[in-house]
């Protein structure tokens, strides 16, 4: 048997090969060819930043959760508007926005940009769009020293 283990090593090696290829990868090929993993819903996504109606109350949102993670020692003042904003898709938005964050320590203002990535959680049913409960945040960067 040790005279054919190279022989049946390269054998194996080949049956593996011809079996990814023939069946594995075609099959691969299928299920991402499908609509599986599609999201069907109204809001597009966007390469390029955008504002709209939706964009705006993500703004609102974000700003309105940072107020909430901010210790009593520290005010701030955001922007009228986004920097940029972006659609994702699936109701889901990117906000770079500039704030004006002064706190009592260093009693000195500071203007940090600042990312947020939230997120509607109902959908293409607008009616609860208002709500803040409805709105989940996935990340904020640029405001980690608050």
């Known amino acids: ?8 090593l390269i054998i194996g090696f080949g049956a593996l090969l011809l ?3 023939k069946f594995i990868m075609p099959w ?15 809001d597009e996504a966007s390469q390029l ?7 705006d109350l993500a703004f609102k949102h ?7 993670k901010l210790d009593s020692d520290s005010t701030i003042t955001f ?9 994702l898709g699936n109701y889901q938005y990117v906000i770079n926005a ?7 320590s260093a009693n000195t203002p500071s203007s940090p940009k600042y990312v947020c990535r939230i997120t509607y959680n109902n959908g293409d049913d607008q009616s609860g769009i208002e709500n803040f409960d409805n709105w989940t945040v996935s990340g904020i960067s640029g405001l980690e020293n608050m």
């Open 28 to 42: 691969v090929y299928e299920i991402v060819s499908s609509d599986l993993f599609l999201v069907g819903s109204k």
């Open 98 to 104: 500039e704030a004006n964050l002064t706190t009592k």
């Open 62 to 68: 974000c700003n309105q959760f940072i107020k909430s």
């Open 49 to 55: 930043p955008i504002s709209s109606h939706l964009t």
């Open 79 to 87: 922007s009228e508007k986004p920097i940029n904003s972006w659609s």
């Open 1 to 8: 048997m040790k005279k054919y283990s190279s022989l049946l």
């Open 19 to 21: 079996t990814q290829q």
